[in-house]
């Protein structure tokens, strides 16, 4: 998932556990998830895991302009996906999750009670809305529809922000800010 840095080991590492990689699963476009050039400098990601094989990108499908051109990747390397779409990857079931707001097109990915956040939701906090294209009211929902998954699902975010990199849905909703308003109107005075 959002390969960016360190290609050559993340393959490396797939190949030392005795796997192979078989497809990528894009949360959203940014070039710190998926490569590109980031404030002038550029992160290595898509473009150069497909040179070393070729897999598909599976992204949301109104991601997926946005990552062939965040990447340079062309549009046959992708297949877009819908919410609730699933996946099979060596017998595990991914189901995508489409939460848009910080992207049109940011996914989360749930597999066996435990769900891939991207930049949706961290343990403290939740993914930018003033960026192009960040839509604060649609963060709102996002984030009230993952509130509704169990709430022993465990959160894997895209980045770690907090001191631990995972906790269960229950302890998130304890501690992060996002989920205290209890309406849309008052959750975007205080983050649009």
Not at 114 to 129: H, K, P, Q, W, Y
Not at 148 to 176: C, D, F, Q, W
């Amino acid at each position: 998932m959002d390969p960016a840095y360190g290609v050559a080991d993340l393959v490396s590492a797939a190949e030392g556990d005795g796997m192979r990689i078989v497809g990528v699963l894009a949360t959203h476009h940014h070039p710190d998830h998926v490569g590109g050039s980031m404030m002038g400098h550029s992160i290595e990601g898509l473009g150069e895991l497909l040179g070393h094989m070729s897999v598909p990108v599976h992204a949301h499908r109104d991601e997926v302009p946005l990552i062939a051109r965040t990447t340079g990747l062309d549009l046959s390397d992708m297949v877009g996906h819908f919410s609730g779409d699933e996946l099979v990857v060596g017998g595990l079931e991914v189901e995508m999750l489409h939460t848009p707001g910080h992207t049109p097109g940011s996914q989360c990915f749930l597999v066996e009670g435990m769900l891939v956040a991207g930049d949706t939701l961290f343990l403290e906090g939740c993914g930018r809305t003033d960026l192009p294209g960040s839509d604060a009211g649609a963060m709102y929902d996002s984030l009230q529809k993952l509130a509704g998954l169990p709430e022993s699902t465990v959160i894997y975010p895209g980045h770690r922000y907090s001191v631990a990199s995972a906790a269960t849905l229950e302890a998130v909703k304890e501690i992060n800010m996002v989920f205290k308003p209890r309406t849309k109107d008052a959750w975007l005075t205080l983050f649009r």
